[in-house]
């Protein structure tokens, strides 16, 4: 099936019981045992399994095509089981404009326990194959990254991966499964914010690790989950299940949405660059084409400096000014002073987050509205 129907239907089956065509949920905490203390229905107590999780895991294994999926209550829950399934003195190769809270776990968390990093701009193969020890044990991409949207070819970061024997994983949370399947470059999990274009309504936080193929990693990320206990409700499932249903069409019109936003503020001329991969001029067009079935709905430009940056977003009126992404709503944030703020300087400036950058999450309204809303904000005054 196609990755359309696949949205509609994985994870959902009509209730026996009732005919129910909607899944219920199911809040309980604890499953009746037989008398000889084993399970008939499947799950014992909540934090190990529940029916509302175990179908979002079906979902999303179905959606991305893997053989297993690993549900958790935040996309930062899911990122430190994959970092903990390592060792004290392993060594990480991730991207230099890596998500700000990946970042952050490796440097503030992980680097304390013995975990090692190296920061690198992912679409150089070279620096990444310079970074690369024989302690590297993974290998994290994210693409399109953000806030500037760079490409990497994951096939040949694929194989860059298996040559140095490490762990492949690609956070796949701003092409989502409908624009990009990593497993098929060679990915061993992939990594989403279910919280963004998979819930698609910023109503509902989670993450979620799928596996390529079941074996002790799987094992090891399903211990993790269940020792661990970050894990989503079943209101939360089921937001997201119910979620997941409308992704195709969301991930299309905000893509094509984001497309025409992206020429026309090249064409402003308070605008000084525009940041999005199905641009002629974004140096990773090419990659994007050959791997992607359409180019997302993230878009940035930069303007002269942080005051016009601000002026701008004071202005708009479609866009709320917040955080996040992926939601059906179209929003604007200053990377330097919101979501990237809590990065050294520094090391915000090698990623190329500037005073006068702005990033969109581009939502499901009418183009023209949105274009019109952001030429009157870039306005001079």
Known sequence: MRIETVAVHAGAEVDPATGAVTAAIHPSTTFERDADGSFPHGH???????????????????LEGGAGAVAFASASAATS???QSLAPGDHVVAPLDAYFGTAKLLREVYAGWGLETTLVDM??????????????????AET?????????????LGALARAAGARFVVDN????????????????????ATTKYLGGHADVLGGIVVARERGPLFDRLRTLQTAGGAVPSPFDCWLLLRGVKTLA????RQSENAMEVAKALQGNKAVRRVFYPGLDDHPNRSVAARQMRMFGGMVSFEVADEATAFRTLERLQIFALAESLGAVESLAEHPARMTHASIPAQERQRAGVGDGLIRLSIGVEDVADLIADLEFALEPS
């Open 249 to 252: 069409l969301r991930v299309e």
């Open 173 to 192: 949370t701003t092409a989502t499964p409908v624009l990009q399947s990593p497993f098929t470059f060679g990915a061993d999990l992939i990594v989403h």
């Open 144 to 156: 399109p990254s953000n806030p500037l949207w760079k490409v990497t070819d994951l096939a040949r």
């Open 44 to 62: 014992i107590y909540s934090r190990t399994s529940a029916p509302n999780r175990a179908a979002l895991e079906a979902c999303l294994t179905a």
């Open 81 to 83: 089981a994959v970092f």
């Open 123 to 140: 679409t150089d193969l070279a620096a990444v194959e310079k970074a690369v020890r024989p302690a590297t044990k993974l290998v994290w």
